[in-house]
């Protein structure tokens, strides 16, 4: 398995994306949060998904240097349609509106519709508690046929739709980031990739039969569905997902009439809330400290808060590379190449 050094991986793949059309700082920031998932441990949402993001742009379903325009709201709620330019770099952009917004009034919400995959939503989250602020996300996605099935359903009519909630504490913050299904789709994409199992309840099969084999989503027979976490706790979440970020926004749910070949399409729902405004609290950081300390004393050093373990392996593979299976580095330096890269830059990146 390949180990890549990460500052030379971002100028890879930022090289690849500028050679299909993105401006050189679009092409950076893109690159950066998609290494930045594989350093955080979440593979699904990094270096397997950069083929796909080439592709999608050379189909113009991605307008790469797009910026997302305000099409609603008004005061401490917008509406912004992201021109389905890359979501990592238009996500970013509503969300600094909506932190500045939520400066100015304590609370404010957003609705961003039409935009390309955002990527890792918890890196909205991690910009929210770094100014102080409060940030719940919810995300809803349209991108090809529906992969999750509602809950006593065997077929996908819904997508993977991640919740995230980002909360300020010192030194570090909570960043809970979640897709609603038992896991998320990246995740079977990253097992199937590597021969390997998915944990026991995450599929069924297009029969309903429960399965561990990746290969009932990626495979070559009848397609089969992910399932919500916690039954139907998940798929309530994953409804109100739907609602939320793709009815509420008017970017489109995963209803039939919803056109499902445009990419990867998110819409999102984002509250800001400045705590500082509560100002008759002025204990919240230490009340967040006590209940944080309270619970990790139930088994001290096994106890993780949301956001230890994308810590941990940050900087696990900081220090010792990012590890890539096989086919995802076959697949990436294959698009590489294709673009015109040398093999000699491309094998650069490798420790």
């Not at 809330?273 to 001290?300: K, M, T, W, Y």
Request: net charge negative; glycine share 14%; aromatic share 4%.
């Amino acid at each position: 398995m390949p180990q890549i050094a990460h500052d030379a991986l971002i100028q890879l793949v930022a090289e690849m994306l500028r050679r299909v059309g993105a401006e050189p700082p679009i092409a950076q920031q893109v690159a950066a949060d998609l290494v930045e998932a594989n350093l955080q441990g979440h593979d699904s949402h990094g270096m397997q998904l950069v083929p796909r993001y080439v592709e999608n742009t050379e189909k113009q379903l991605i307008t790469p240097n797009a910026l997302a325009e305000q099409v609603g709201g008004a005061g401490s709620l917008a509406v912004w349609d992201g021109r389905m330019g890359y979501g990592q770099c238009i996500g970013r952009q509503v969300t600094a509106a909506g932190i500045a917004a939520a400066r100015e009034h304590g609370l404010a919400g957003f609705g961003l519709r039409n935009t390309h995959h955002l990527g890792r939503i918890g890196a909205y989250a991690e910009m929210a508690v770094a100014q102080g602020m409060i940030g719940i996300f919810f995300v809803n996605a349209v991108s090809g046929r529906p992969v999750v099935a509602p809950f006593g359903g065997t077929d996908g009519r819904m997508g993977t739709n991640p919740i995230c909630i980002g909360i300020p504490k010192s030194p570090d913050p909570i960043i809970l980031d979640f897709a609603t299904s038992a896991i998320a789709v990246g995740k079977v994409k990253v097992a199937f990739n590597a021969g390997k199992p998915v944990p026991p309840g995450a599929l069924v099969t297009h029969e309903g039969e429960s399965s561990t084999d990746a290969a009932v989503m990626y495979g070559q027979g009848p397609r089969g569905a992910l399932l919500s976490f916690g039954a139907h706790k998940g798929y309530g979440l994953a409804l109100v997902c739907e609602i939320l970020a793709g009815a509420l926004t008017g970017g489109g749910t995963n209803q039939p009439a919803t056109p499902n070949d445009r990419g990867i399409v998110n819409g999102m729902m984002g509250i800001l809330l400045d705590p500082a405004r509560l100002a008759e609290n002025p204990g919240f950081a230490a009340e967040v400290q006590a209940i944080c300390d309270h619970v990790q004393a139930s088994a001290p050093g096994q106890v993780l808060l949301p956001g230890d373990p994308e810590r941990r392996a940050k900087a696990q593979r900081m220090a010792n590379g990012i590890p890539l299976d096989d086919v995802t580095w076959g697949d990436l330096s294959a698009c590489a190449s294709r673009l015109g890269i040398a093999e000699a830059a491309i094998r650069a990146v490798l420790l």
